[in-house]
Structures are given as structure tokens and as C-alpha cells.
């Protein structure tokens, strides 16, 4: 069974910082990963999509990065704003179109 | 605009009760998923459905069942068999099985 872990849990940093944030798998059979946001009470925001023959997707301030062989993902976000302030979650398919198995997310806070 | 729209936002429950979940696509996508969030757990898959009248149970389907008589629409409903049902209810939607999942805004489903 797919199990998806995500480090850390938690994590506050300067504005303007970069940082990582990191997403591990066990079963490394996926056909791509996906990168969401969650603003509280809120549904999710879809960041970045990386398919499994990709080491690498860009979008703004954001790169993802993906290793199917050592069952890794990263998450870079450049020059950290107050607004980046959410928590990020990773999804891989849990086998064709059959849903997504979720981690359980960082919380980043970004103090102005 | 596209987009996934769930409703209520808010949903309270008595004992012994069934309460529906609206989700409403018009994104034109085929794949439509529940999903389950619980504070300190990752998100967990209820049902999906990859075509108008076809579903299946994903990880944690009892006390729960859907319908998908519509391509836009797949509401979820949460029966009295459901022991535990507070929770945020997120709905999202897909084009297909390698392409992003989109989620609404959710419900929250407490108990009177």
C-alpha cells in the first residue's frame, strides 16, 4: 500500500527566504505527483504536476522536483513571501484514475 | 468561470439522520472523487467515479454512498451507518487518469 510522508510537519521562516520542502513515497510505480496548497477552511489549490518522465516543473516562484527511483519529491519556493503562508500537500495516484494518496502536509508560515 | 462548487459550507447532522452533499463540475471533466479530512490526517478517498453512471469504493466508503447519474454532478451521502461523520468534505474532478485533480472550496459536516 501506497504511503506518502512529508517533512517537516511544520516550518516558519523569514520573509524572502528560499526554502524546501520535502515529499517521500514507498512504492515508487507512480505516473506523476502533484503539489497542492490549503489556505484554512479552505478546498485545495493545485500547484504543480510532475509526471513520472519529468525531473522537474516550474511555475513562478515554485519547482517541483521528482526522483521515481529513490521515491522523492521537493518542493522550492524562491524569495518566501507572507502570502506563500499555507500548508502544502503531495498527492501521488493511488493506481490509474482511482484517486490520490495524500501526506499529511507541511505547515509553512512566512513571518512578514 | 470553471470550477467545482460544493454545497453547503456548513452542515450539521442529527442522530439517526442521512444528509446529502452537493458537488457540481463544469469543468467537463469525466473523473469525479470524495475525499475525507480529518485534523492531522492526510486527505482519504470515499468514492470515485471515472464515467456517468459507474463508481467505485475508495479507502473508507462505509457509512457512505454516491450516485453519478449526471457528468457535472456527484453527490455524497453520508448515512446514519457513519459513526464518525464530522469532517471536511472535499470533492475534486479530473479530465482523466494522468491529468491534474481539481478540488472545491468543501463542506464541513459536524453533528447537532
Known amino acids: 500500500k501506497q504511503e506518502v510522508t512529508q517533512i517537516p510537519a511544520a516550518l516558519s521562516v523569514p520573509e524572502g527566504e528560499n526554502l524546501v520542502l520535502n515529499c517521500s513515497f514507498t512504492?515508487?510505480?507512480?505516473?506523476?505527483l502533484q503539489w497542492f496548497r490549503q489556505d484554512p477552511g479552505k478546498g485545495l489549490t493545485s500547484l504543480l504536476l510532475?509526471?513520472?518522465?519529468?525531473r522537474e516543473q516550474t511555475s513562478g516562484r515554485l519547482n517541483a522536483s521528482l526522483d521515481k527511483s529513490s521515491g522523492r519529491s521537493t518542493l522550492y519556493i524562491a524569495a518566501s513571501q507572507p502570502g506563500d503562508s499555507a500548508t502544502y500537500l503531495c498527492a501521488v495516484p493511488r493506481g490509474g484514475a482511482d484517486g490520490l494518496t495524500f501526506g499529511k502536509g507541511t505547515h509553512l508560515i512566512i513571518q512578514p | 468561470d470553471g470550477g467545482i462548487t460544493q454545497s453547503p459550507k456548513y452542515l450539521f447532522r442529527k442522530e439517526g439522520q442521512n444528509v446529502t452533499l452537493s458537488c457540481e463540475q463544469n469543468?467537463?471533466?469525466?473523473?469525479m472523487y470524495w475525499y475525507r479530512q480529518d485534523p492531522g490526517q492526510g486527505l482519504r478517498l470515499i468514492y470515485y467515479?471515472?464515467?456517468?453512471?459507474?463508481?467505485q469504493k475508495g479507502d473508507i466508503a462505509e457509512g457512505y454512498s454516491v450516485s453519478r447519474e449526471k457528468k457535472e454532478s456527484f453527490p455524497l451521502t453520508v448515512t446514519s451507518a457513519q459513526k464518525n461523520p464530522t469532517a471536511f468534505y472535499l470533492c475534486?474532478?479530473?479530465?482523466?487518469?494522468?491529468?491534474?485533480?481539481?478540488f472545491g472550496d468543501g463542506t464541513r459536516l459536524s453533528i447537532l
Open positions: 475534486a474532478s479530473s479530465r482523466g487518469w494522468n491529468q491534474p485533480q481539481h
Open positions: 510532475i509526471q513520472s518522465s519529468q
Open positions: 469543468l467537463n471533466h469525466d473523473a
Open positions: 467515479s471515472q464515467i456517468v453512471n459507474d463508481f
Open positions: 512504492d515508487s510505480a507512480i505516473y506523476n
